[in-house]
């Protein structure tokens, strides 16, 4: 889902919140340099189709790297539902990212097992409010890996 494949030119909605609208404008506007670290962490952008609008959307997580992926957590604060950003990525895993000035064009697939157990350590190291979300809900909270397509 790269950039330059939108042959409609077609602008990722905004989030409804203004907040994180905002935080979204400024990191597209600076390419990450207003935006990346946030509140002390490192976010990125993604880019993804809604499952039921089919309009793109761009939103903010939080992530680290494992070598040539990026992860992310689909935490939604602890909450006993999943985030409508997973959800969409479920549907069609296709995902645009955005880390600083950096574009890739990555697959995203649940991490399960053992992957997950070491990859969600890592992220609880980035973030560690992810291990509180996790006491929060009785939904496990999913680990993601955006790679390469055909990697895996």
């Known amino acids: 889902m790269s950039d330059d494949a939108n042959e409609n030119n077609e ?14 404008r400024r990191y597209v506007e600076s390419d990450g340099a207003d935006g990346h670290i946030m509140n002390g962490v490192p976010c990125a952008l993604i880019t993804h189709r809604g499952r039921r609008s089919g309009r793109l959307r761009r939103t903010p997580v939080v992530y680290g790297r494992d070598g040539d992926r990026i992860v ?69 909270i999913p680990v993601l890996i955006l790679e390469p397509s055909g990697a895996g």
């Open 11 to 24: 602008e990722p909605l905004a989030s409804p919140t203004d907040w994180v609208a905002d935080h979204v």
């Open 72 to 140: 992310i957590i689909a935490s939604r604060g602890g909450s006993d539902h999943h985030p409508s950003w997973f959800q969409n990525l479920q549907a069609e895993p296709s995902v645009h990212v955005q880390v600083l000035g950096e574009h890739f064009d990555l697959k995203a697939r649940v991490a399960e097992g053992s992957e997950r157990a070491t990859l969600w350590e890592m992220m609880v190291g980035v973030y560690g409010d992810f291990a509180d979300y996790q006491k929060k809900t009785e939904r496990e």
